[in-house]
């Protein structure tokens, strides 16, 4: 049973468009929420995060949504750029639980496209 | 700052020996690191949560006789792949917590385990 997912294994965007990145969740006890970046064989990198307390934050060209009564959250970058093109996860945890676990989605694979 | 780092990055191994794997917080002081394993095109499925100088807690599935991890200090947890098989090639990566932030995992750049 999957508690994160990530519906959609692929997007192709623009440079220069948004990139809209997706992830639903089912446990409703999460309550803090990140994206990680990854590039093949390397380890995941940290982007941003959101607490369930708020509903959206931003950095930079990245924005986090949060939709808790939808269970679900999204990344937008803007503008997107070639180097954006990578895996994208979506991680959820669970900060009642205590411990640090986070919940992984099966990844979004970007490509912006010059 | 919150460097990890992994050592090996790359192994290659014959069917039955063991390999062990290193991952260290360069930069910070981690009580918590993890282990994840990682299929192609699949998610990173959590192994083990390693919490310095208490024995790791594994995940339903995991073999911990198979998958020995030690979190002797607070920078340093290993993970040994013990008489590895084919069925165990795959891409191992650490991730660690940093004391007083709070929920973000900071992740070593992998290893990736061939064994023929």
């Known amino acids: 049973d999957q508690q994160v997912k990530q519906n959609s294994p692929s997007l192709s965007v623009q440079e220069g468009r948004i990139s809209i990145l997706n992830c639903d969740y089912t446990?409703?006890?999460?309550?803090?929420f990140l994206w990680y970046k990854k590039y093949p064989a390397e380890g995941p990198t940290f982007l941003i995060s959101?607490?369930?307390?708020?509903d959206k934050n931003e950095d930079g060209r990245f924005t986090v949504f949060l939709n808790k009564s939808a269970k679900h959250l999204s990344l937008h970058i803007v503008p997107s750029q070639p180097g954006d093109s990578a895996v994208y996860f979506c991680?959820?945890?669970?900060?009642?639980?205590?411990?640090?676990?986070?919940?992984f989605g099966k990844g979004t694979k970007l490509s912006v496209i010059p | 700052g919150a460097v990890v780092s992994q050592h090996p990055s790359r192994v290659i191994c014959k069917s039955g020996t063991s390999v062990k794997i290193e991952c260290r917080s360069l930069?910070?002081?981690?009580?918590?690191m993890f282990w994840y394993r990682q299929f192609p095109k699949q998610s990173l499925m959590l192994m083990a949560t390693?919490?310095?100088?208490?024995?790791?807690?594994?995940e339903q599935g995991v073999e911990k006789d198979k998958f020995l991890i030690n979190h002797a200090s607070l920078t340093l947890s290993t993970l040994t792949v013990t008489s590895a098989h084919p069925e165990d090639s795959s891409f191992y990566i650490c991730?660690?917590?940093?004391?007083?932030?709070?929920?973000?995992?900071?992740f070593g750049p992998g290893t990736r385990l061939l064994v023929l």
């Open positions: 991730s660690a917590t940093v004391q007083g932030a709070g929920e973000t995992q900071y």
């Open positions: 446990n409703s006890m999460f309550d803090y």
């Open positions: 959101i607490s369930s307390i708020k």
């Open positions: 991680a959820a945890k669970d900060s009642g639980a205590g411990s640090y676990q986070l919940t």
């Open positions: 930069d910070f002081q981690a009580t918590t």
């Open positions: 390693s919490n310095e100088g208490s024995k790791a807690t594994y």
